[in-house]
């Protein structure tokens, strides 16, 4: 287990320097459109610039790793994530930022794709579980650390941007000196909607519905503490505290859905999260503290439903079909997180800042409504299921594709760990 961290340690130094800034940049640019006066709507328009190059990339980055390897591709997303921060402390306009969050969400990506299925390659299959809860505690240290950072600068001035862009730029060094054998170059990932619907219709809408809430509540949930009032310390804190909620149920929630049918933890956790929410609202009024707790277990049901989502299918799967029907699902968690913030944004604009929280409620009774009528149209569970194992954090990490690309089973896919 040692020699396989010792391994890796420079790729887990790049990932937490480069989730630093991925924090800052997600925490700073959000607090800086509503210093300018942008409408939600018009803030919801430019992250969803983000989402669309994060899904991109998905497909594209391959492509460019067969022609000039990992190494290199890397140093150019990471040059290219510092070079979109810089532009957008030099532009300060809504549409020059959409396509600058366009590429930012290119970069991360495609980064995310480089580090992890370099991870895959590396590690042997014992030690795989224990090598990527480190990564996954490496992403979420550096997000929240990142986050952290921006309550000592002014987001209006230029120097938190800059600060920003050399976090980045460092992520290089580590995996640019690293002496560390390249992993075989990606693959492309397959994906049938159409097969995905027919194996497990609750993944298919439930992967819609999950890229909406982790979607929505990273591109706006920051827009959300500025509107009532928190000061950016507060922030920092709330967003924190979701993440840790998500990270924290994330095996909790899939060792219960192992031991019973997984759509009733969907329910169950559909209907949490709308109670959540609704507490959020009653409750956030009386002190940063009560908010706090709220959105803790708002993150606790938020993240999840994606892993939830990737185990039913793969439940309900052929072996030959888990890489086609987890890309799928993938396809549409990407478009949920673009079209959540849009409509997310519409409702906080004649809402008020809890508009947010009525949408991330609606979502979560979609959820839970779909789940329960699948439930009546075909009754009982699967006979044989494979134990769940949580996948990265939705939109900070792309485990589940780069697994993909290098024809693995994600790590969330339902099933053992080869």
Known sequence: MLASLTSIATLMLSTLLMMTGYGMMNYMLPIRAVAEGWST????????????????????????????????????????????????????????????????????????????????????????????????????????????????????????????????????????????QSPSPLGQARFDLLKLYRRSPIAFIGSLLSGALSGTWSSLGAVYTQNIGLSTMEGATLLAAVLAGGALAQMPIGKISDRMDRRKVMVAAGVFGVLCCGMMIVMGGLSALALYICGFFVGTVLYPVYSLNVAHANDLAEPTEYVTLSSAIMILYGLGTVTGPLISGSIMENAGPDGLLYSLALSFALYAAYAGWRMRRRSGDTPDKGAFQASSLPMQGTEGVSALMNDQPPAGDGRPAA
């Open 41 to 180: 709507l018009t803030i919801s328009m430019i992250a969803t610039g983000y989402t669309f190059g994060f899904t991109s990339s998905c497909i594209i980055t391959p492509y460019l790793v067969q022609r000039v390897g990992h190494v290199r591709v890397f140093s150019a997303l990471i040059t290219l994530l510092t070079v979109s921060i810089l532009l957008c402390a030099l532009m300060v306009d809504w549409r020059a930022w959409m396509v600058f969050r366009a590429l930012s969400g290119f970069a991360m990506a495609g980064s995310y794709l480089i580090i992890e299925s370099w991870l895959n390659e590396r590690v042997q299959n014992e030690h795989r579980g224990a090598v990527f809860s480190v990564y996954m505690i490496a992403c979420l240290v550096g997000s929240i650390g990142g986050q952290y950072i921006v309550p000592f600068g002014d987001v209006t001035s230029l120097t938190l941007f800059m600060v920003c862009a050399l976090i980045f730029s460092s992520a290089i060094f580590p995996t640019a000196l690293s002496s560390a």
